[in-house]
């Protein structure tokens, strides 16, 4: 296995977010093992020896997850008749059913925030990021940290469509500075004016928290403990300084700071080691030093 292969068990924490959506455990299962494939698919046979799970069953579960829009597939050979069966994309999965299904409303959004974008990147592959590859929408913001260093490591595009739409950038970013390197920059465009509605800032904010203690709590720290948040105003803005406890060390780890930064219709969600946390602010802040003359 190649450093950029991923195995289904490194994918089965995502098992109860895809039961969110309406699939059983089976049908997440053969899901995942599509996703991992990405766009290229694959045929039932490596599937069944890959799950063990029975060719009939899979081949029902196929059929349901088609139905359910999980899944594409077309045939490769007609005699023997063979098909290949695609993963869909997750992003635009979980934002077709969170439309179509208010009552479950809250808890697909969670599922989406703390699964979605990892999903997207698994079923994206590795794939070299520059400027001149990202999104359009987001290249003010990213010239001047690439000028000072920084490296786009994940970028995922979201399109919303839902009582309000948006469009959302998340970059997971290296910082060329301090410990740990690795920061990230989230932007979430609106169709109306919100840095004055201190409900929707409050209930980013608060999502933002709980996505950074989810990712940290994931990734498996050798050490890690607990991790706390310490709420402080950054420059008029809603902060935490992120602090971990690791194992045989008396005081808490400062890990960084994270904000949120609303600006005219976006909300800039910035995250980092001391120093490229300060890069990041400043680079919004100097970006958009003209909003209110707008």
Known sequence: MTSNEVTISELTEYLSHLMNFG???DEAKVYLSLIKRGPRGEVVGRIKSELEIGRTTIYAIMERLSDKGFISSKEISENPKRIMYVANSP?????????????????QKQSNLFAGDNLEKTFQGAKKLTLDTAHPGAYKYLKPLISKKFEIKSEVIEHTAGSEPILSYDYELKGPKGFPKDSGLIIIEYD?????????????FEMFKSKTEYEIRKDKIPGFQDVKFEEINIDGYNGNKVLIKIRLKKNLWKAGYQAVIPLKNRIFFIFGSDENFQILKEMILNSEKFHHLV
């Not at 979980?94 to 299904?101: G, L, Y």
């Not at 109306?192 to 980013?204: F, G």
């Open 23 to 25: 699939i059983s455990e």
């Open 91 to 107: 992003i635009k999965i979980f934002n077709r059913i969170i439309s179509e299904n208010e009552i479950k409303l809250n808890k």
């Open 192 to 204: 109306r004016i919100i840095e004055d509605d201190s409900r929707l800032i409050r209930e980013a």
